[in-house]
């Protein structure tokens, strides 16, 4: 799989938008990105993913640079229980590789009141 | 729609005796994949199986660990002759297929101690 960068911390007030970026530079064309979280003393937890197009779904939404070199989780209204750790991985299935999804250190995101 | 379950949620060992976590995917889903996370550190994949085969065990210590996913009944991850740094949280997660568009659902994990 190919690597992510993020930044290992970042702060949010409650009730405010939060971007969560993520770097994939070397990304495939048969990569997609995933977000995961993992909250306090528990299992990740599947967030949001995507291929070329921006995503929404009911937790967050995904956009994707054009060039799918980077991409950016966005939680519209942040709340004390987003305070987690974000990764963000990349997948890829291209028949000849399992595709397991690799965790890197993740952008641990903390919510002020 | 039960999600992943996994039992026991704490468990407690004796430096050398035999530790046996248990996994039970999401209902219909065939692929099962353990990660270990060691204490204040990042998820380690250990080994990915689908009924009744061991696909990809590349995370797995070469010794003490083993782990199924039988026909009937849940997977099991074995850690024999358990040492202290074997404490740690093992995740479980499962998924209806291999293709990279399918996301993982993750259990609660087991949280192992060895004394």
């Known amino acids: 799989d190919a690597k992510t960068t993020q930044p290992n911390s970042m702060e949010s007030n409650e009730e405010e938008p939060v971007h969560l970026p993520c770097n994939h530079s070397t990304i495939s064309g048969t990569d997609y990105i995933h977000w995961y979280r993992q909250l306090p003393s528990q299992g990740p937890e599947y967030v949001i993913h995507g291929l070329t197009s921006n995503v929404n779904n009911r937790m967050a939404s995904l956009a994707i640079a054009e060039d799918r070199k980077s991409s950016t989780l966005i939680l519209h209204r942040a709340t004390l229980r987003d305070a987690a750790v974000y990764y963000c991985i990349l997948r890829d299935y291209d028949g000849g590789s399992q595709g397991n999804l690799i965790f890197g250190k993740g952008t641990k995101l903390s919510v002020k009141p | 729609n039960a999600g992943v379950m996994q039992n026991p949620r704490h468990l407690v060992r004796r430096r050398g005796q035999e530790a046996r976590l248990r996994c039970s995917p999401v209902?219909?889903?065939?692929?099962v994949y353990w990660y270990r996370q060691l204490p204040e550190e990042g998820l380690k994949f250990m080994v990915y199986?689908?009924?009744?085969?061991?696909?990809?065990e590349s995370g797995m210590p070469k010794e003490r660990f083993s782990a199924e996913f039988p026909k009937e009944g849940p997977s099991i991850l074995r850690i024999q002759q358990v040492v202290r740094g074997d404490s740690a949280a093992y995740f479980c997660?499962?998924?209806?297929?291999?293709?990279?568009?399918?996301?993982?659902?993750f259990g609660s994990g087991t949280r192992l101690t060895v004394v």
């Open positions: 199986l689908q009924k009744e085969n061991i696909i990809d």
């Open positions: 997660a499962s998924s209806p297929g291999i293709q990279a568009n399918y996301g993982y659902t």
């Open positions: 209902k219909g889903h065939s692929h």
